[in-house]
């Protein structure tokens, strides 16, 4: 066992894992993901703010091991595109990942590398994603509290953001006046 304690305390009021790193991703760290690059320039001018900040516990990399962390995205939108995660691939294409919904309300981004095909799926309290291997994953709060949720994933899994970082993701979640829409990235920046 490489774990020193087993049972560990989630603390939905600040997002945190009890005893666990916490890594806190701002405005500014965020460059090039936003479809708006106009309104991102904007809102960093008012302001470097948190986006989004992830608890984790890693507790070694033994063979069957298992990673997981904390996610909480703040509420916010940049032009019409909801406050989101940087997004990734695992560098172990074939490692798949589980999402908890905790608190709040957000939607996951979905997009397959093989095809480009890209879904959705809400995510909140009560609800389990699978998310499979080769799928590019990116978070983000469609809600105006912050949302929360768990993932957890192999050890080994590693996390590639820059396969997507050079495209971006084909699609993004907007606010509508119906609610969420996915809409492709290049009928949004129109
Ligand atoms: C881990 C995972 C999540 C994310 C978190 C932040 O594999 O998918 O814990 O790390 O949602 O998103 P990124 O890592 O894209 O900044
Ligand atoms: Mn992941």
Redesign the pocket.
Known sequence: MHIENIVKKLNLNDGCIEGAAVKI?KLSELQECFADETAYAAALAEGDKVV?S?S?IEPGDNGGDL?F?L?MIMPGRIGDEYYL????F?EKREAA?I?IGLKGKGAMLLEDELSGDSRTVEIKENTVIY?PGNTA???YNTGSEPVM?L?I?PAD?G?D?EAIKCKNFNCVVTATEAGPEMKKRSDYQK
């Open positions: 991703r989004y992830v984790s990673h962390g996610g995660t940087k997004g990734h695992h990942e999402y998310v994953h990116r978070t949720y993932g994933y899994a996390h953001y």
